[in-house]
């Protein structure tokens, strides 16, 4: 059964950086697009950032220049570097995969979604 399982959230000071993997499991990572998205409290999910099938790259503009996606296809893992991390970037983080390839901010688009895994941004 197809599976994706985030990891490497946890509590950062502000300015400091972290690197979230999102393991995938059945996936060809040659027919699907993984975006990242978050969620604070109260707030609705956004898309983050998206790798395609070719390398290609999104980003929200809110954070361009501090966050990288990346994919290690041997490994079925595909990754979000996070540099620079702010207080508004705390929620929860979930990678997601879509049969497509390019990429969507669209969270409707993706039909495979992990758990999730908390980044706390905090002093």
């Known amino acids: 059964q197809w599976q994706l399982v985030e990891s490497g959230g946890g509590l950062v000071q502000p300015g400091g950086s972290l690197r979230l993997s999102c393991a995938t499991s059945?996936?060809?990572?040659?027919?699907?697009?993984i975006g990242w998205f978050r969620q604070a409290p109260g707030k609705e999910r956004e898309g983050v950032s998206c790798?395609?099938?070719?390398?290609?790259?999104n980003y929200a503009d809110s954070v361009k220049g501090r966050f990288t996606p990346s994919r290690d296809k041997a490994a079925n893992t595909v990754y979000l570097q996070m540099n620079n991390l702010q207080p508004e970037d705390t929620g929860i983080y979930y990678c997601a995969a879509r049969s497509a390839a390019i990429c969507s901010d669209s969270a409707s688009t993706y039909g495979y979604w992990g758990q999730g895994t908390q980044v706390t941004v905090s002093s």
């Open positions: 790798i395609s099938r070719n390398g290609d790259q």
């Open positions: 059945g996936f060809t990572l040659d027919w699907y697009a």
